[in-house]
């Protein structure tokens, strides 16, 4: 499976932004499709998640719940993360990557990740 982030870029604390992530290949073999971030100096942290083969299914973080939505457009294989109330603390490269198995807040349950979108939030 190959993954395309996009949709990054500088907003406003208090803004929104939506992130996209095409998918293609063997999307079929899938369980789910998720979204990490990485800030500067630290580690790789779970965003959310959403499964393939039960629709409608999510998880988030406990520091995104309530403030952003992953959704997944099957028509046009794409995978979104809408952000909204963004916090300076959400400032990180965004990561989107395909579900395997195991725990869904566990980068290691995860593969075939895409290269990254940069989002800011800064006045």
């Known amino acids: 499976v190959q993954l395309l982030a996009s949709g990054g870029g500088l907003v406003q604390p208090g803004g929104s932004l939506r992130l996209s992530c095409s998918t293609s290949?063997?999307?079929?073999?899938?369980?789910?499709f998720g979204w990490f971030r990485q800030a500067p100096g630290k580690e790789r942290e779970f965003v959310g998640t959403?499964?393939?083969?039960?629709?409608?299914?999510?998880w988030y973080a406990d520091s995104v719940k309530g403030r952003f939505t992953v959704s997944r457009d099957n028509a046009k294989n794409m995978v979104d993360l809408q952000m909204t109330s963004l916090k300076p603390d959400d400032t990180a490269v965004y990561y989107c990557?395909?579900?395997?198995?195991?725990?869904?807040?566990?980068?290691?349950?995860?593969?075939?990740w895409g290269q990254g979108t940069q989002v800011t939030v800064s006045s």
């Open positions: 990557a395909v579900y395997r198995s195991g725990l869904v807040s566990y980068s290691g349950s995860y593969s075939d």
């Open positions: 290949g063997r999307t079929a073999d899938t369980y789910g």
């Open positions: 959403i499964s393939t083969r039960s629709p409608g299914n999510t």
